[in-house]
């Protein structure tokens, strides 16, 4: 079994930063990419970036430049560095993990940490 656990999350002021954390546990053989997503009240989830295992990244128009995803490959851990927040980003932000364990491997996800930007 395998569960991943966001933690970081909070209010912040426009312009403000904050800094998600997603760590990976359980039978995990290799992780592939991760990444993280966002659904704002109302609204359809969406991808905000990606890192695979090698560390090519990829990233939402709206964000570029103000968010990056990293890893720490042997904590099984993806980060996602938010900067220069705007009330737009607003969510609940997940994390996503394609991992393959010694006998299948699949999509996960994190139970999902509340963003909120206001003044």
């Known amino acids: 079994q395998v569960q991943l656990v966001n933690s970081g999350g909070g209010l912040v002021q426009p312009v403000g930063s904050l800094r998600l954390s997603c760590a990976a546990s359980?039978?995990?053989?290799?992780?592939?990419?991760m990444g993280w997503y966002r659904q704002a009240p109302g609204k359809e989830r969406e991808l905000v970036a990606t890192?695979?295992?090698?560390?090519?990244?990829n990233y939402a128009d709206s964000v570029k430049g103000r968010f990056t995803i990293s890893r720490d490959n042997p904590k099984n851990t993806v980060y996602l560095q938010m900067n220069s927040l705007k009330p737009e980003d607003t969510a609940v932000y997940y994390c996503?993990?394609?991992?393959?364990?010694?006998?299948?491997?699949?999509?996960?996800w994190g139970q999902g940490t509340q963003v909120t930007v206001s003044s």
């Open positions: 359980g039978s995990i053989f290799s992780i592939n990419a």
């Open positions: 996503n993990a394609d991992v393959s364990t010694w006998s299948r491997r699949g999509d996960y």
């Open positions: 890192i695979t295992s090698g560390g090519s990244t």
